[in-house]
Nanobody, 121 residues
Framework: QVQLVESGGGLVQAGASLRLSCAASGRTFSMNAMGWFRQAPGKEREFVAAISRSGGSTYYTDSVKGRFTISRDNAKNTLSLQMNSLKPEDTAVYYC??????????????WGQGTQVTVSS
């Protein structure tokens, strides 16, 4: 099993930045691709960004392109999401996820508990 713990959420004003982190533990050798998802109140969980095991490939949902950057440090078993120019519509619970496959298509196998990000206007 893999355990994922997110941190770094908070309340910020529109235009501010936040950096989310995800610490992985357990059978981390089984992790390959990782990603961030978010769920706003009353909405379905949606994909935000993903990164391959090597970090050489990344993928973003259109609404965050140019504002968010996903990165990982395999030596430290951490995943990060740098969020700049935050907008009120970015308000959501953000989840870290990991999978055994190294692609951007298949389902994720492991999930964190989430961290709240609130952006005020």
């Amino acid at each position: 099993q893999v355990q994922l713990v997110e941190s770094g959420g908070g309340l910020v004003q529109a235009g501010a930045s936040l950096r989310l982190s995800c610490a992985a533990s357990g059978r981390t050798f089984s992790m390959n691709a990782m990603g961030w998802f978010r769920q706003a109140p009353g909405k379905e969980r949606e994909f935000v960004a993903a990164i391959s095991r090597s970090g050489g490939s990344t993928y973003y949902t259109d609404s965050v392109k140019g504002r968010f950057t996903i990165s990982r440090d395999n030596a430290k078993n951490t995943l990060s999401l740098q969020m700049n120019s935050l907008k009120p519509e970015d308000t959501a619970v953000y989840y870290c996820a990991a999978k055994r496959a190294n692609d951007f298509v298949t389902k994720y196998d492991y999930w964190g508990q989430g961290t709240q990000v609130t952006v005020s206007s």
